[in-house]
């Protein structure tokens, strides 16, 4: 015998004394257990199936393991083990077309947790990412989120519409919602994000940058100037230029935000990224705006319709929002953003969103 037949005849011994190694006591008992379960369950399910000489035996080997196995601290391993390979057997030959194969088992652990997934995702949470800066200074550019889709009602899966209702949102909650807008293809039917600024009734302008609503001032608290980077495009990662800017802090139902608005002395730049301190306009110069006088009764207000939220972005003034092409129904919103769980800037990581 060769050198190289000596080494493959001591590694096969090797192996199979390795594979000889009984199982630990802890090991054994855990096995023994769920050998049982598996017993009992196919006993109760498929038992009247079998002959009764069949379903004596099985259930003599597991009434065995039962015994032993009730000696707790006192188990007699030897024992446990050869009863356990019995009960095995017994199975086995009895029972076998009804145990589960590993593939069996293997598909429907993913087909469960596939299942699970899916109703997570259908009914109660889904994620979102930030594309744009519409939300700074709350979200940032690539922020990631869960959305609570359970809030405000029960969902048809792979749609806004509810199949029941419970809740409507309410002002400073931001919001998804599916936005639909045939006049504007490069974005109809995309989710955006926003926050609720009014609901339904309410009387809605601003004035030199602060909200009222029903004519009063929601309370605003200024924080300071400095240079805010402006983004253009979706997921960009850093400014194309910068504008003066002053945030300040909003308190609405208890919900305290920070919003950013674009400042004097305007660049051409800055000009361009529509920095309108008052809303709406009285002869809408800019078109693209909505509530001027003379299609609006209710001047200098807009009234929000029954029915519908009115939202804007917290960089108030570089969010395409509902001062531009109107309300969002009730029914196109997807649910209420309650955590950030993925950021760029790591310690924003796992924060509750207001």
Not at 29 to 52: F, I, N
Not at 59 to 64: K, L, T
Not at 248 to 265: A, D, F, L, S
Request: net charge neutral; proline share 5%.
């Amino acid at each position: 015998m060769g050198a190289g037949t000596r080494d493959q005849a001591k590694g096969d011994a090797g192996a199979s004394k390795k594979a000889a190694k009984p199982l630990s006591k802890r090991r054994l008992v855990k096995r023994a257990k769920d050998l049982l379960k598996e017993a009992r369950g196919l006993l109760k399910r498929k038992g009247k199936r079998l002959e009764e000489g069949e379903r004596a035996t099985v259930q003599a080997a597991a009434d065995a393991v039962a015994t032993t196995l009730a000696a707790g601290r006192e188990i007699e391993v030897k024992r446990l083990d050869r009863e356990t390979l019995a009960l095995d057997d017994a199975l086995t030959r009895h029972m076998g077309h009804f145990r589960k194969t590993v593939l069996r088992e293997l598909v429907e652990a993913v087909a469960w947790a596939v299942g699970l997934a899916l109703v997570i995702r259908f009914f109660l949470i889904e994620a979102f990412s930030i594309p744009t800066s519409s939300m700074i200074p709350t979200l940032q550019i690539g922020d990631h989120l869960f959305v609570n889709k359970i809030g405000y009602g029960l969902y048809w899966p792979l749609s806004p519409s509810r199949m029941l209702t419970w809740d409507e949102p309410e002002r400073g909650e931001i919001i998804v919602f599916k936005y639909v807008n045939p006049g504007d293809p490069a974005h109809d039917g995309e989710d955006f994000i926003k926050r609720v600024v009014a609901g339904p009734g309410d009387k809605v302008r601003l004035v030199e940058n602060t909200l009222y609503v029903n004519d009063e001032a929601v309370p605003t608290e200024v924080l300071g100037e400095m240079d805010c980077g402006m983004f253009h495009g979706d997921n960009a990662e850093v400014p194309d230029y910068y504008c003066r800017c002053v945030r300040q802090k909003e308190t609405v139902n208890g919900i305290e935000y920070v919003t950013q608005h674009i400042i004097g002395p305007m660049t051409e730049r800055c000009a361009l990224s529509s920095s309108v301190p008052n809303w709406p306009l009285h002869d809408r110069p800019r078109m693209d705006y909505i509530g001027d006088a003379a299609s609006n009764p209710a001047w200098p207000n807009v009234v929000v319709p029954e029915g519908h939220v009115m939202v804007m972005g917290d960089n108030r003034d570089c969010s395409h929002d509902s001062r531009f092409w109107g309300f969002v129904p009730f029914d196109r919103i997807k649910g209420s953003a309650f955590l950030l769980w993925w950021a760029r800037d790591t310690s924003r990581i796992f924060s509750w969103l207001e």
